[in-house]
């Protein structure tokens, strides 16, 4: 059935009498999932506060705390674990209860084994949800916890970059991490941010190339309420969000010219004043910014102001393309695998030294991020537990060392001609982007049947982005009946 296609869930089971568990995990271990067990309300907190569970089957009656209870104390905790209330008589007034503090469901004993692979199935998807609804909330607050991911690595180039975070890390001076796309700028960033006494306070980032230009001024800054048309609420604005923490400004090559002569004042006073405001504010933010462009050429051609650049400049760190420190390759082979393989492949999964050796002498255009995806499409795919050169077959055909990415190049050779064939084609750009990125979205979402979460993690995107893709090339998702 589906199950090999789904990745397997953490389950808890309480109940005091062994025959249920019994049973109970039996049918889940056959449907792929790992199992706990514990017979007693006391132990199911502990087990539910300590681990990550995705659902958990508590029984109503147990020593020491009911399951009741337990799901209250577990709500009262903050937790969003789905629960299963299992119970062997069936009273309305426990139902009722159960819902109310927030249950999945309420299951009646003796139950089938049809019925619980249901609820671990509906559990799935209000995990999924709950995922979802969190990573749109971090986005939309722009406030992220950073510290989560580790910069890995092993060569002189990195070791320099780990050194120079640790000294700047504690002193307020502005940073300019540069490198090409997928390097780890954002990384450094988080790195430097969580490194620092400021570690605790908020790490912001505003991303100057995806706001539009006529919007980043009052997302900077903050607006006063009736600012422009539609300022209906007064807003913060970053900067004073970041209050007492970072600001990441990433992609700052794009920023406008314009507002590059404000940000200059801000960095130069330490105010800022909000749009449709008089009074300046005293902000105290740390400021890392980031760029894959080239400033210097930037600021030759007059799209950068180039005091500002000597301000951002004043401690650089330049992250070289992977295919310059190829030792890391092996180490973020093996790293990515472990990280992933007990959320991706059916089962935990190791790296062929043979296989690391292959991924080593690849080019990889899109630099960690790139490498990064493959390992995860290489673990979705692999059907053993072992990743084995074959495994990553994708990367073979369309990019070998040494050579152009021919598949590709054919795909952007042709479509130039086309337009310069045609004299109304106007944007070249996104037609090329949609004649790239159309087809792989579409392998992308057949590969997940659908899935945009598990999508947008293997394509490296965010959610919001590949929706706003799939609207965009008006891809229908398999399985669905229109763009969501
Ligand atoms: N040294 C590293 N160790 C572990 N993971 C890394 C490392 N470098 C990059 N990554 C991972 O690679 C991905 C891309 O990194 P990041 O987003 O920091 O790149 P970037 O340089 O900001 O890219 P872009 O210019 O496209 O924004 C992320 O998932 C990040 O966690
Ligand atoms: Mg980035």
């Avoid at 539910?48 to 569970?53: G, V, Y």
């Avoid at 570690?199 to 230009?213: D, L």
């Avoid at 048309?229 to 010219?257: C, H, K, N, V």
Wanted: net charge negative; charged share 25%.
């Amino acid at each position: 059935m589906r199950a090999e296609q789904q990745s397997s869930m953490s389950i808890l089971v309480a109940d005091d009498e062994d025959s249920i568990r019994f049973v109970l995990r039996e049918a889940l271990v056959a449907d792929g999932h790992r199992v706990s067990e514990v017979s007693d309300g006391e132990s199911a907190l502990d087990s539910l506060s300590s681990d990550q569970f995705d659902l958990a089957f508590l029984d109503i009656r147990m020593p020491g705390c009911s399951g009741l209870e337990v799901l209250e104390k577990l709500r009262a905790s903050g937790s969003d674990t789905p629960v299963v209330i299992i119970t062997a008589q069936n009273t309305m007034d426990n139902a009722v209860e159960a819902m109310k503090r927030g249950a999945l469901d309420y299951l009646l004993k003796p139950f089938s084994l049809a019925q619980v692979t249901a609820l671990t199935e509906r559990a799935r998807s209000t995990r999924a949800l709950q995922e979802e609804v969190r990573e749109l909330r971090r986005e939309v607050s722009g406030v992220t916890t950073p510290g989560t991911e580790r910069l890995v690595g092993r060569s002189t180039a990195l070791l320099e970059i780990f050194k120079r975070v640790g000294k700047v890390a504690a002193r307020n001076v502005p940073v300019l991490v540069t490198g090409e796309s997928g390097t780890g700028k954002e990384l450094v960033a988080h790195a430097i941010h969580g490194a620092s006494p400021r570690s605790e306070a908020p790490f912001v980032t505003v991303n100057a190339a995806a706001i539009p230009n006529e919007l980043l001024e009052s997302e900077l800054f903050g607006h006063e309420r009736g600012a422009f048309t539609g300022a209906i609420f007064s807003r913060l604005g970053r900067f004073r969000e970041a209050s007492g923490g970072t600001l990441f400004l990433d992609e700052i090559g794009d920023m406008p010219i314009d507002l590059q002569a404000k940000l200059l004042r801000v960095l130069q006073n330490g105010e800022v004043v909000p749009v449709g405001g008089r009074d300046p504010v005293y902000v105290d933010v740390r400021i890392i910014t980031a760029t894959h462009r080239d400033l210097d050429e930037a600021v030759k051609a007059g799209r950068f102001r180039e005091d500002l650049l000597y301000r951002l400049r004043v401690v650089p760190i330049d992250i070289p393309p992977l295919r310059d420190r190829r030792e890391d390759i092996r180490t973020l082979g093996e790293h990515f695998t472990h990280r992933y393989s007990g959320d991706l492949a059916e089962q935990p999964t190791e790296i062929a030294e043979a296989t690391l050796d292959f991924l080593e002498n690849h080019n990889w255009p899109g630099n960690v991020r790139e490498l990064e995806n493959a390992i995860k499409r290489a673990l979705v795919l692999s059907s053993t537990n072992v990743l084995s050169p074959e495994d990553f077959a994708f990367i073979g055909d369309s990019n070998p060392v040494g050579d152009e990415p021919a598949a590709l190049d054919g795909i952007i050779r042709s479509r130039v001609e086309e337009s310069l064939l045609e004299p109304g084609a106007q944007d070249l750009h996104r037609d090329l982007i949609e004649a790239v990125e159309k087809p792989l979205l579409s392998a992308v979402l057949a590969h997940t049947a659908g899935n945009q979460i598990r999508a947008a993690a293997l394509l490296g995107i965010n959610r919001n982005t590949l929706r706003k893709k799939l609207l965009e090339f008006e891809i229908s998702v398999p399985g669905r009946g229109r763009n969501e």
